[in-house]
T-cell receptor, first 111, second 110 residues
Framework: DSGVTQTPKHLITATGQRVTLRCSPR?????VYWYQQSLDQGLQFLIQ???????AKGNILERFSAQQFPDLHSELNLSSLELGDSALYFC??????????FGPGTRLTVL | GQNIDQPTEMTATEGAIVQINCTYQ??????LFWYQQHAGEAPTFLSY??LDGLEEKGRFSSFLSRSKGYSYLLLKELQMKDSASYLC??????????????WGAGTKLI
């Protein structure tokens, strides 16, 4: 158990819908990272927050957005969902810019 | 540019030793991570090398040569539970003194 929690574990929705994925980092970790991993693909970095502020952006679509709240938990919002958005979404946290510890992931299925 | 290369797939037998290579072409790298990921599960941290040389942790060892842009993960006395993907990730300096991890596509060990 890495100490990073993600909810929900599974999410099934329809095309065009909007969903919110939630992540709680390890106690004391200020950085939160979001990744997308499609079936049999590598990790695609989406976005990083540090202590509430956006720090880095990767291959994140305009339909996707994220934020980190004062209590350091983070949410990833995915809108106008398409079939291709079906994937595992991982959140990771780190104290600063050190080792990233991953949550168990949210498996999103868009039908 | 920044790029990480590792073999897509490797096969090995129980009890054997396997070496998974990772090469990177980038400037500003400040260390290299190895993670293990079982299918459908989260990546878990294995090792972090910031200096040249070999670091050993039980059955797993990791090596880094910064001058050659090269790292490897060595797995000894392979067990069935070692069947997984192994991800190599370089820590690279990005904007505003922020470090990011540049991820390889992973090596599936069968």
């Amino acid at each position: 158990d890495s100490g990073v929690t993600q909810t929900p574990k599974h999410l099934i929705t329809a095309t065009g819908q909007r969903v919110t994925l939630r992540c709680s980092p390890r106690s004391g970790d200020l950085s939160v990272y979001w990744y997308q991993q499609s079936l049999d693909q590598g990790l695609q970095f989406l976005i990083q927050y540090y202590n509430g502020e956006e720090r880095a952006k990767g291959n994140i679509l305009e339909r996707f957005s994220a934020q980190q709240f004062p209590d350091l938990h983070s949410e990833l919002n995915l809108s106008s969902l398409e079939l291709g958005d079906s994937a595992l979404y991982f959140c990771a946290s780190s104290p600063g810019q050190d080792t990233q510890y991953f949550g168990p992931g949210t498996r999103l299925t868009v039908l | 540019g920044q790029n990480i290369d590792q073999p897509t797939e490797m096969t090995a037998t129980e009890g054997a030793i396997v070496q998974i290579n990772c090469t990177y072409q980038t400037s500003g790298f400040n260390g290299l991570f190895w993670y293990q990921q079982h299918a459908g599960e989260a990546p878990t941290f294995l090792s972090y090398n910031v200096l040249d040389g070999l670091e050993e942790k039980g059955r797993f060892s990791s090596f880094l040569s910064r001058s050659k842009g090269y790292s490897y993960l060595l797995l000894k006395e392979l067990q069935m539970k070692d069947s997984a993907s192994y991800l190599c990730a370089g820590k690279a300096l990005s904007a505003y003194s922020n470090y990011q991890l540049i991820w390889g596509a992973g090596t599936k060990l069968i």
